[in-house]
């Protein structure tokens, strides 16, 4: 993976550049944890050579798992990385598009990138943080939180 810096405008942020072998959430996950940064968000395109999409099923309280075993074309990923109940969380949705022109989309659980996904990864300009939502079981976004 590569990135570089967005020095040349008053917005702060990264551009990352990812290459084929790469997980795009542990990349994301693993670049944010070393440099401290919270409450970002991120947009990307791209491609995979396999993904896992979920979908959240509400009354099982778990991810649908919907594998995706095909290149594909990542039409638009977005997401966010927050603080949730002390944790580095990365929540990730994406749009692949498959040979046919269709698509798969849904909540991203893998996507191993082939031959290139490039990111931008910008500040939200205040703290965001998730707390455990005991009715869905999801780290939802709690903005009353100090
Ligand atoms: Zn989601």
Do not use: C
């Amino acid at each position: 993976m590569e990135w570089k810096e967005l020095k040349e405008t008053k917005e702060e942020g990264y551009i990352l550049v990812l290459e084929t072998g790469d997980e795009v959430l542990s990349k994301i996950k693993e670049f944010v944890k070393e440099r401290g940064l919270t409450s970002y968000r991120f947009e990307a395109i791209g491609a995979f050579e396999r993904a896992v999409l979920g979908f959240y099923d509400l009354e099982k309280k778990d991810y649908k798992k919907n594998p995706v075993n095909e290149q594909v074309e990542v039409v638009s990923l977005i997401g966010n990385v927050t603080e949730s109940d002390g944790e580095t969380k990365v929540h990730t949705h994406a749009v692949l598009g498959k040979s046919d022109g269709t698509a798969y989309g849904g909540h991203l659980l893998e996507g191993h990138v082939k031959p290139t996904l490039e990111i931008l990864v910008k500040p939200y300009g205040t703290k965001v943080v998730r707390h455990k939502d005991e009715k869905t079981g999801l780290p939802l976004i709690d903005l009353g939180a100090p």
